[in-house]
Each structure stands twice: as structure tokens, then as C-alpha cells.
């Protein structure tokens, strides 16, 4: 069976599609079926914006669609900017100035606890759903750091790692995320399901 990728960014396109595939999961985009639809994401939760993109691009391709939102919760900050992680700042910015203006924000603080979350939702169009999740826990680092990886990746540094996100090779990256552990766990509840 082929699954669609519910997103459209290409970061996350290029990590779920290389994770996915190593669980032997046919994965094909929006852009491969010329699906090009704007999903407002309203929902106040990871799950519930996961939700709303896979039951929107499953309606839309006539097919599994599987949706990842995800984000960085600062333990400083309240928990922000969590959902609203690809917008902070404000909507103009992009990775790189995201990444400096969070730094700045940070710039006098000590406490720099922080983690990615990622939810995965697949929507079926028969109406059911399987939906996993995947934390990873770190800190904010006091500069940027590595150039590979997307988001906030050049300034966030794994529990037990001293490099950021962004130094680490993908393979170590994709074993240790978020979003890996999240798609690790659909894999497995994917299983039972077509079992």
C-alpha cells in the first residue's frame, strides 16, 4: 500500500521519506500526485494540527496520508513556541533568523531546557487513524552550531550529546529525534494495523 506525505516542507519530506523507507513504507508526496492544497493548521495541539493535515490530504489523494507536526517546547519560555514553532518570530522569518531570534530571546537566560516533539497521524479513508509520538530532550546551546539538519537544529543539543542537531550525521540524528521515535512507533502500530 502507498502512503502520502501530508507535509509540504522539504526537510521533513527528506528525513520521513529516508526513516519510512527503512521500515519497507511506499511513501509518495503532494508534489509527486500534484496535490496542492493550503491546510490551515488551527488546532492548539501537535495532535490535533497532525489530524487536521492527514485527514485533509487523505480526503484530497484518495489515500493513507500521514502527517507530522511537530515542534520545540523551552522549558524557559512556557513551553513556546511549541505549536507555533515554524512561525516564531513572526511568519517572515526564515530557519536561520528563527534560530538568531531565539538565541537573542534566550541571550540572559540560564535555564535552557528544552525538547522536540513530534506527532505523526496517518488518516485512512475509511475514517481511522493511528497516531504515534516522539520527544527528545536537550538544551538550547548559547550560539548556533552545524549546518546540516533544518529548523532548530543548529541550536539544539540532545540530552548526552555535546554537538547540536545540526553536527550530527543523519543516520545518529534520525536514531535519536523526535520525529525518528515517533515514526519508529507508527512503524510498529502500522504492522498491527495491516495485520
Do not use: W
Request: proline content about 3%; charged content about 25%.
Amino acid at each position: 500500500m502507498k502512503y502520502i506525505l501530508a507535509t509540504a516542507n522539504p526537510g521533513k519530506i527528506g528525513e520521513m521519506k529516508e526513516m519510512l523507507s527503512e521500515f519497507g513504507i511506499d511513501i509518495v508526496t503532494r508534489e509527486d500526485l500534484g496535490i496542492d492544497i493550503d491546510v490551515e493548521e488551527t488546532g492548539a495541539t501537535f495532535i490535533e494540527n497532525a489530524t487536521i493535515k492527514a485527514k485533509s490530504i487523505c480526503m484530497a489523494a484518495g489515500m493513507p496520508a500521514i502527517a507530522d507536526d511537530s515542534g520545540l517546547c523551552i522549558d524557559a519560555l512556557g513551553g513556546e513556541p511549541g505549536v507555533y514553532s515554524s512561525s516564531f518570530g513572526g511568519e517572515h522569518l526564515d530557519d536561520n533568523e528563527r534560530c538568531l531570534y531565539l538565541l537573542d530571546l534566550m541571550s540572559s537566560m540560564e535555564q535552557r531546557g528544552a525538547k522536540f516533539v513530534s506527532t505523526i497521524v496517518c488518516a485512512f479513508p475509511d475514517g481511522r487513524l493511528i497516531t504515534a509520538q516522539g520527544e527528545c530532550c536537550g538544551k538550547i546551546a548559547k550560539r548556533q552550531r552545524g549546518t546540516g539538519g533544518f529548523g532548530y537544529d543548529s541550536v539544539f543539543i540532545a540530552e548526552g550529546y555535546k554537538n547540536t542537531m545540526a553536527q550530527l550525521a543523519p543516520e545518529e540524528k534520525n536514531a535519536i529525534s523526535h520525529r525518528g521515535k515517533a515514526l519508529k512507533e507508527f512503524s510498529r502500530l502500522l504492522l498491527e494495523y495491516e495485520e
